[in-house]
């Protein structure tokens, strides 16, 4: 069953304008990852957010988790052309051997130059 | 360091013909591995997960096996193709760091077209 859920589907923006992605989910998680994908290539790994954590950075990248609302968001900051990309999170609800993420269905981000 | 290798890159099968793609993993020991397909435009659906040899855990039931004869190593097999596998499938691996913390690391894909 599908647990991340992001919204929007697709957001196109100028360079250097902030982008906002967001995520919902529908269980208990022990962490929500965030991965990035080019067209037609594999998912690379941007950022892990723990369920005790409610925010993180990392470059131009800030995460929020708040579990109350089981909902996540990716902000990319001063974006440029090069953020264009598709954005998935990820839940990871492992528990007993189930050795899992489920991912969403993406946003999928244009950065106009 | 750790890679990921997927091969081949692109394939064209016609319908009922078999498939085995392969994936390996370099650097780590006893890593989780996965298969993920990805429709045009779409999210990822996880297929096939193993946590060692030999132990594989379907997740959608379909035309599609998995085998993991090698610790780093896990093919994704069908006796007869379907026109509804064509896709994008991506290998993954992950470890377990402490702290029940999972990162997956993917491979470059397998675009597969089934005419």
């Known amino acids: 069953s599908q647990q991340g859920e992001e919204d929007p589907q697709a957001l196109s923006i100028q360079e250097g304008e902030n982008a906002t992605m967001n995520c919902s989910y529908k269980?208990?998680?022990?962490?929500l990852q965030w991965y990035r994908q080019n067209s037609g290539r594999g998912l690379v790994h941007l950022i892990l957010i723990r369920s005790n954590e409610r925010e993180k950075h990392s470059g131009r990248l800030r995460v929020t988790l708040d579990t109350s609302k089981k909902s996540s968001s990716l902000l990319i900051t001063a974006s440029r052309a090069a953020d264009t990309a598709s954005y998935f999170c990820a839940t990871d609800a492992s528990q007993g051997g189930s050795e899992k993420l489920v991912f969403g269905k993406g946003t999928k981000l244009t950065v106009n130059p | 360091s750790q890679t990921i290798h997927q091969w081949p890159a692109t394939l064209v099968q016609p319908v009922g013909s078999p498939l085995s793609l392969e994936c390996t993993v370099e650097?780590?020991?006893?890593?989780?591995l996965y298969w993920y397909r990805q429709a045009a435009g779409r999210g990822l659906q996880l297929l096939f997960y193993?946590?060692?040899?030999?132990?594989i855990s379907s997740e959608v039931p379909q035309n599609l096996s998995a085998s993991r004869p090698q610790d780093r190593q896990f093919i994704l097999s069908s006796k007869k193709l379907l026109l509804s596998d064509s896709g994008f499938y991506l290998c993954a691996w992950s470890v377990l760091w402490t702290g029940n913390l999972r990162e997956q690391y993917f491979g470059p894909g397998t675009r597969l077209t089934v005419t």
């Open positions: 193993s946590v060692g040899i030999g132990q």
């Open positions: 650097g780590t020991s006893n890593p989780n």
């Open positions: 269980t208990s998680i022990n962490n």
